[in-house]
């Protein structure tokens, strides 16, 4: 589970899970309305698909993607047919490494931090 601060408000989250070894599926993700088009989302899901790459997931599945949201996770990189969308993940590397500095650099500045329970 992921939560979205800005200015120091929960404006949105996710919630992802491990599937099998290689699989993760997000199950939801939303955003207040004010806080959509910021760039918040796409920073959101980047996150999401870092640690799932992290864990060594080759890919992630969602379903529910209609109307404008599924051009948002088209943009992404997801693709599929009706609701049900997906994509591949990246293998860990050197790639991995400098976007997980970059997330790391991001996460410092709390507009994006994880919640454990």
């Known amino acids: 589970m992921l939560i979205v601060e800005s200015r120091g408000r929960l404006v949105g989250g996710a919630f992802a899970f491990r599937t099998s070894r290689l699989s993760v599926t997000l199950r939801m993700i939303a955003l207040q309305p004010g806080a959509r088009g910021t760039g918040l989302g796409r920073r959101l899901m980047e996150a999401i698909e870092l640690e799932a790459t992290r864990l060594g997931a080759g890919g992630i599945a969602l379903g529910g993607a209609r109307g404008g949201v599924k051009g948002f996770y088209a943009q992404m990189g997801y693709s599929g047919r009706g609701s049900m969308m997906s994509k591949g ?24 931090r994880s919640v454990k329970k």
């Open 89 to 112: 993940l990246p293998l860990p590397g050197r790639l991995l490494e400098a976007r997980l500095r970059k997330l790391n650099a991001v996460t410092r500045r709390k507009d994006l």
